[in-house]
T-cell receptor, first 110, second 114 residues
Framework: SQQGEEDPQALSIQEGENATMNCSYK?????LQWYRQNSGRGLVHLIL?????REKHSGRLRVTLDTSKKSSSLLITASRAADTASYFC??????????FGDGTTLTVKP | DTEVTQTPKHLVMGMTNKKSLKCEQH?????MYWYKQKAKKPPELMFV???????INESVPSRFSPECPNSSLLNLHLHALQPEDSALYLC?????????????FGQGTRLTVV
């Protein structure tokens, strides 16, 4: 099964609202990354958080990591229609590989 | 240049054809990757090249044959594929030679096997 599982599977919000998506995983990790994918195109790296970090910010993005609960969340504040995409978490392990979660499809309505 | 370029963007091939997917990066990255992504699914790692040498093969069938001619180029040779191999094939690269670091992805080749 996938190392990372995300919820919700789909999220629909109005422009200006905040969007929160969650990622849970099962084994120990070195880091966790979030990627965005627009409509069947390439993935864009958003943020990497290491296992010894609890929170990271990048522009309108805020990522938290709780290793005791084996979970992470991605918050997008003041969403825009251009944020409409699929968002994937990817967990990095000692094996030097990342495994992607199933993804959350975000729709931001103008 | 922070791009990973993949060609072609779309490819339709028969089950008896031989074709190749190409990937190029000029960021001086040490590692390059092939991923396969089926519709509405996450990307799945296929191969990792580190310093031009194959370091990870995720038990991919031999009808997929990767090649790294130099540090900037990565090919994926396809032969005798099946319709279930139809997918988006993504190439990526990273500065560090570990697949759990920030990766830069190309736009993918959408492959249809008929």
């Amino acid at each position: 099964s996938q190392q990372g599982e995300e919820d919700p599977q789909a999220l629909s919000i109005q422009e200006g609202e905040n969007a929160t998506m969650n990622c849970s995983y099962k084994t120990s990790i070195n880091n966790l990354q979030w990627y965005r994918q627009n409509s069947g195109r390439g993935l864009v790296h958003l943020i990497l958080i290491r296992s010894n970090e609890r929170e990271k910010h990048s522009g309108r993005l805020r990522v938290t990591l709780d290793t005791s609960k084996k979970s992470s969340s991605l918050l997008i504040t003041a969403s825009r229609a251009a944020d409409t995409a699929s968002y994937f978490c990817a967990t990095g392990t000692n094996a030097g590989k990342s495994t992607f979660g199933d993804g959350t499809t975000l729709t931001v309505k103008p | 240049d922070t791009e990973v370029t993949q060609t072609p963007k779309h490819l339709v091939m028969g089950m008896t054809n031989k074709k190749s997917l190409k990937c190029e990066q000029h960021m001086g990255h040490r590692a390059m990757y092939w991923y396969k992504q089926k519709a509405k699914k996450p990307p799945e790692l296929m191969f990792v090249y580190s310093y031009e040498k194959l370091s990870i093969n995720e038990s991919v069938p031999s009808r997929f044959s990767p090649e790294c001619p130099n540090s900037s180029l990565l090919n994926l040779h396809l032969h005798a594929l099946q319709p279930e191999d139809s997918a988006l094939y993504l190439c990526a690269s990273s500065h560090e030679d570990r697949a759990d670091t920030e990766a830069f992805f190309g736009q993918g080749t959408r492959l249809t096997v008929v």
